[in-house]
Nanobody, 113 residues
Framework: QVKLVESGGGLVQPGGSLRLSCAASGMIVSINTMGWYRQAPGKQRELVALISSGGRTTYADSVKARFTISRDNAKNTVFLQTNSLKPEDTAVYYC???????WGQGTQVTVSS
């Protein structure tokens, strides 16, 4: 059974940073395409970033040059480093394992002064 557990969210001021983690079990992140998505109140869930099994990364235009997706194969964990956060980045962030169509429970990121 695939399980994804996100952590690292919180309240941060504009311009701040957070590092989100997604610990996976029941699957191997290094041979899967893993993604981070987010959903703000009243909006649809949207793609933030993807990392393929080969290490190729893809980002939404709104987060390019500010967010970085990476993985630690030894820890079977995927990360999302978020920098220069803006109030419009406020959302619940979800981890996604594409081949397994599995979602985590989400972690709240709130950017506010």
């Amino acid at each position: 059974q695939v399980k994804l557990v996100e952590s690292g969210g919180g309240l941060v001021q504009p311009g701040g940073s957070l590092r989100l983690s997604c610990a996976a079990s029941g699957m191997i992140v290094s041979i899967n395409t893993m993604g981070w998505y987010r959903q703000a109140p009243g909006k649809q869930r949207e793609l933030v970033a993807l990392i393929s099994s080969g290490g190729r990364t893809t980002y939404a235009d709104s987060v390019k040059a500010r967010f970085t997706i990476s993985r630690d194969n030894a820890k079977n964990t995927v990360f999302l480093q978020t920098n220069s956060l803006k109030p419009e980045d406020t959302a619940v962030y979800y981890c996604y394992a594409q081949q397994h169509r599995a979602w985590g429970q989400g972690t709240q990121v709130t950017v506010s002064s």
